[in-house]
């Protein structure tokens, strides 16, 4: 991602958050980014070059430099980081309206293929039916999930506190059962203290604005639409370092503490928002429905893609301004480790579930082969669906 920097693009970023640089209607940009939207294959960073290429590379609305500062912010702050772009470039163009559709015309073509898959899968009782092909998708889910792992690692654990404090949030998950809640807010408050020890600036920020929302995470309601709209929403505001960290919030949530899936379930629905052009986190919509119906589906994804929306429109300089900030960017950096460390738990789990024999090991092991040599926009989708049609040729069960 590199190219020439132009100083006048720079600063028409930096204005973003007051006022649109650009002359773009909403309409153009809610169809442009449904348009991006319906190719997004491939995860987070094929997304991401998507956009780059689109934005900075055809459209010139912002400089390489200006892009990857953003992408930085979104990547350590909620949400999935690539949803936040297209709000973010949607709102530098046509103002708040835009970034909110720039947003839902991103997010749309993902939402409506994901519903219509979980009608299927209740209805038609698709994991019956295809018992085998469904396996066979599973045991890929966990080399998906552990080449996260992997990726996330590398980006964020840059020195040895942070490494540590990912090994401790992984014990403490996968041996201890502490809530997730609690991992990451000790996190934080670890990697501030090892900093403070080590540095000149004696001030703590952990009880901050992030520390408070953690707390308050551990709360819940009482209604089953307002406890999916809390659980959807806990999960937009607690998913730092990209989409992948939502997987343990969700399955902790939804099958360990309510019980509305099953683990099984919640591994098919990963392995089906694995196969679409969406972010990961549109796994909420598999899950809204399960729990309820139609209503469960609509409320949940809206309220785990609520903050996405909220930050990049309404509070985009002070996201900055906070990313930047010493002292509570050694706690997100903490609590980021510590998400690592959180989804390299759950690679256990998936593992234990869906890889069941010699089969279903080998089908893991060659997608794992495949995901970490290939990186392209297609590879997610057609290693995932690969492995069902493996399943399907095995017979497995």
């Known amino acids: 991602m590199e190219g020439p920097d132009d100083p006048s693009l720079e600063q028409a970023a930096d204005a973003a958050p007051d006022r649109p640089s650009g002359g773009d209607s909403p309409l153009s940009i809610f169809l442009r980014f449904l348009r991006i939207g319906a190719i997004a294959w491939g995860g987070p960073a094929a997304q991401t070059e998507i956009l780059y290429r689109e934005c900075v590379e055809q459209e010139r609305w912002v400089t390489p430099s200006s892009f990857r500062k953003t992408l930085a912010v979104y990547q350590v702050l909620p949400g999935p980081e690539v949803t936040e772009l ?164 969700l399955q902790e949530s939804v099958v360990d503490s309510k019980g509305w899936l099953t683990q099984s379930e919640f591994l ?62 050694k706690f997100l950096h903490g609590v980021t480790a510590g998400v690592v460390g959180l989804i390299a738990a759950v690679v256990v789990l998936i593992v234990d579930d869906s890889v069941t024999g010699i089969a279903t090991g080998v089908i893991a092991v060659v997608s794992f082969l495949l995901l970490f040599r290939i990186e392209s926009r297609l590879t997610i989708p057609v290693v995932i669906l690969g492995a069902g049609v493996a399943g399907s040729l095995l017979g497995l069960s």
Not at 227 to 238: D, M, P
């Open 86 to 249: 297209c709000i973010y470039f949607g709102r530098i163009r046509a103002g708040r309206l835009g970034g909110l559709l720039g947003g839902l015309g991103f997010v749309l073509p993902g939402f409506l293929l994901m519903l219509a898959l979980s009608v299927a899968y209740v209805e038609w009782g698709l994991d019956d039916r295809y018992e085998s092909f469904f396996a066979g998708m599973k045991a890929a889910v966990g080399a998906l999930v552990a080449i996260a792992v992997i990726r996330l690692g590398r980006r964020f654990l840059d020195d040895v506190p942070l490494f540590l404090i990912a090994a401790a949030a992984f014990g403490l998950t996968l041996g201890v059962g502490l809530s997730f809640v609690l991992v990451l807010l000790l996190s934080g408050i670890a990697y501030e203290v090892v900093r403070w020890s080590s540095g000149p600036d004696r001030g703590l920020s952990s009880f901050s604005p992030v520390g408070l929302v953690l707390i308050a995470a551990a709360t819940g309601g009482a209604a089953l639409l307002a406890e999916v709209f809390f659980e959807g929403l806990k999960a937009g505001l607690l998913t730092f370092g990209g989409a992948y960290t939502v997987i343990p919030f």
């Open 268 to 329: 098919d629905g990963l392995a089906l928002g694995g196969i679409l052009p969406a972010p990961l986190v549109i796994i909420a919509t598999f899950v809204g429905y399960l729990t309820d119906g139609l209503a469960g589906a609509l409320v949940m994804t809206f309220a785990i893609f609520l903050p996405a929306f909220l930050l990049p429109t309404f509070f985009h300089s002070h996201l900055v301004r906070i990313s930047e900030h010493p002292r509570l960017e």
